[in-house]
């Protein structure tokens, strides 16, 4: 009997001691103390709502929320050039990796797209008409046209022929609309659409061709290294609150913490050591 009675003592004093409910305490506050943003640095959170575009410099474009990216070109610039013929910009910086989680757009609110653009040669198929330099174009180019997209939807597409030789900054507004507030993770996949056709006409003349005319067609687009070029989302601080990002999903009964089922499991201990008999007075009786 004195055995069960020290027993049930000295687990009553571990019930006691306040270092497991202490540390416990610490590690919640940890977690609430840390940036959201550390765990998945390529997705949107609070504090990065900017999506920026990177590319390998040939064939490889994509487009994430982290201003950092190991992959992307040295130089910081993807290039496509000719010096005669036309040179076809179709490429579209698709989130690399998948958008995660929904997004709450706020309404009336400005989506602002930045790009950095250098151009060479001739992209306006009627410079006869508008009274300009004849060009090398013969209906077979295309001016400027980006198109943000939300997965499948169209979220803007700009016409963009106020462009000229050199570098250009080219920026695209657009309003959210009511249809466009919410962006599903599975459906929404943001990606950032950029064509043009330029055509150049650089060619050697004269005798054995010794002498150069016309000009070469150069696209070249600044990334996202330097933080210029970048894609501004208006995206609602509601979506970062408790309970938005688990509606209209099932949700998992809460589990017990650790803590609480050591406690539980000393607390039916003590009540053995104390109330069970002892298999030598089980026998006598």
């Not at 004195?2 to 506050?29: C, D, K, Q």
């Not at 499948?152 to 050199?166: D, F, L, N, R, T």
Request: glycine share 8%.
């Amino acid at each position: 009997m004195r055995g069960r009675s020290a027993l049930a003592i000295l687990l009553a004093i571990l019930l006691s001691v306040p270092v497991v409910g202490g540390s416990i305490t610490t590690m919640e506050e940890d977690e609430e103390n840390e940036d959201p943003c550390l765990e998945e640095p390529e997705q949107p959170c609070a504090n990065q709502t900017v999506m920026y575009l990177w590319s390998d410099g040939n064939s490889r474009h994509w487009a994430h929320f982290n201003v950092n990216e190991d992959e992307n070109n040295l130089d910081n610039v993807f290039t496509n050039d000719r010096d005669n013929g036309v040179v076809t910009i179709d490429e579209r910086f698709l989130m690399n990796p998948q958008l995660n989680k929904k997004l709450n757009m706020t309404v009336g609110a400005e989506i602002r797209i930045v790009l950095n653009i250098y151009l060479e040669g001739d992209w306006t198929n009627n410079d006869q008409q508008s009274g300009g330099d004849q060009g090398p174009c013969n209906q077979d180019c295309e001016e400027l046209n980006v198109t943000l997209w939300s997965g499948a939807s169209e979220i803007v597409k700009q016409h963009v022929p106020q462009v000229s030789q050199g570098w250009n900054t080219v920026t695209v507004s657009h309003l959210i609309t009511e249809e466009q507030g919410l962006w599903e993770s599975s459906t929404a996949n943001p990606s950032l659409q950029i064509e043009m056709k330029l055509k150049g006409d650089r060619q050697n003349s004269g005798p054995g061709g010794i002498f150069i005319e016309g000009e070469p067609a150069n696209f070249t687009l600044r990334l996202s290294d330097d933080g210029s070029t970048r894609v501004e989302l208006p995206i609602d601080p509601s979506s970062w609150e408790e309970g938005f990002q688990d509606e209209e999903e099932d949700i998992l009964p809460p589990t017990e913490q650790p803590g609480f089922l050591f406690m539980a499991a000393i607390s039916a201990m003590t009540v053995a050591a104390v109330y069970l008999p002892s298999r030598n007075e089980s026998e006598k009786s």
